[in-house]
């Protein structure tokens, strides 16, 4: 067998791996649904959390999706540059949930401090 023919399985079964379009990112349960509520164990995603994964649900979305968001929100597509809006009172066609407690990655540790510098303010000397 050739080079080029033992290729082919190896490329095959990587991007079945990493999927079609690279590595798998973390599934954090969004989902867009048809209707105004959540259904039973769903609930909508908060304002805030359209913000923290703006970028994630955004390409989700169909190109000129607006979905609810809870509390009466709504979040716009990527056609309408994933807009986001506190308040919409437009009656939509869906809404975007997720399962309870999910849609929140742990939270990042905190950076290391600045390394101390003990030789004083700039421009003195000792």
Request: glycine share 14%; with cysteine; hydrophobic share 30%.
């Amino acid at each position: 067998m050739s080079s080029r023919t033992s290729l082919v399985p190896a490329l095959l079964t990587a991007s079945v791996l990493l999927g079609a379009a690279g590595p798998a990112r973390a599934d954090f349960g969004f989902r867009k649904l048809a209707g105004q509520r959540c259904p039973a164990g769903l609930q909508p995603v908060t304002l805030a959390e359209a913000r923290s994964y703006r970028r994630d649900i955004c390409r989700s979305l169909g190109q000129w999706d607006v979905v609810r968001l809870a509390g009466g929100g709504s979040m716009d597509g990527p056609g309408y540059d994933c807009r986001q809006r506190a308040r919409d009172s437009r009656e939509l066609g869906h809404v975007l949930c997720r399962a309870p407690g999910r849609g929140r990655p742990p939270a990042p540790p905190p950076p290391p401090p600045p390394p101390r510098d003990d030789r004083g303010p700039p421009g003195r000397g000792k």
